[in-house]
Nanobody, 122 residues
Framework: QVQLVESGGGLVQAGGSLRLSCAASGRTFSSYAMGWFRQAPGKEREFVAAISWSGGSTYYADSVKGRFTISRDNAKNTVYLQMNSLKPEDTAIYYC???????????????WGQGTQVTVSS
């Protein structure tokens, strides 16, 4: 089992940057693919980015490609999401999740954090 805790959210102006972190407990962190998802008010949870267990493969939603970067440090049991050139439409609660494979589907991920709020002002 994996427990996940996100941090790093906050309020930022459009064009700014934030770095989200997701700390995992458990000795099996390195065996999981990790994903970042977000949910804006009144909308469904959507895929943002994912990374394979080794960090060798990554995948991004078209809406964040070129602006966001996902990475992981298996020695620290942590996955990161560097967010640059933020836009007001990036405003959402951001969740990290652990799953068996690198996919975009929400329901494949078995473990979820509690989320961290990101607000981008115009």
């Amino acid at each position: 089992q994996v427990q996940l805790v996100e941090s790093g959210g906050g309020l930022v102006q459009a064009g700014g940057s934030l770095r989200l972190s997701c700390a995992a407990s458990g000795r099996t962190f390195s065996s999981y693919a990790m994903g970042w998802f977000r949910q804006a008010p009144g909308k469904e949870r959507e895929f943002v980015a994912a990374i394979s267990w080794s960090g060798g493969s990554t995948y991004y939603a078209d809406s964040v490609k070129g602006r966001f970067t996902i990475s992981r440090d298996n020695a620290k049991n942590t996955v990161y999401l560097q967010m640059n050139s933020l836009k007001p439409e990036d405003t959402a609660i951001y969740y990290c999740a652990a799953g068996p494979v690198l996919v975009t589907a929400v329901d494949v991920y078995a473990y979820w954090g509690q989320g961290t709020q990101v607000t981008v002002s115009s």
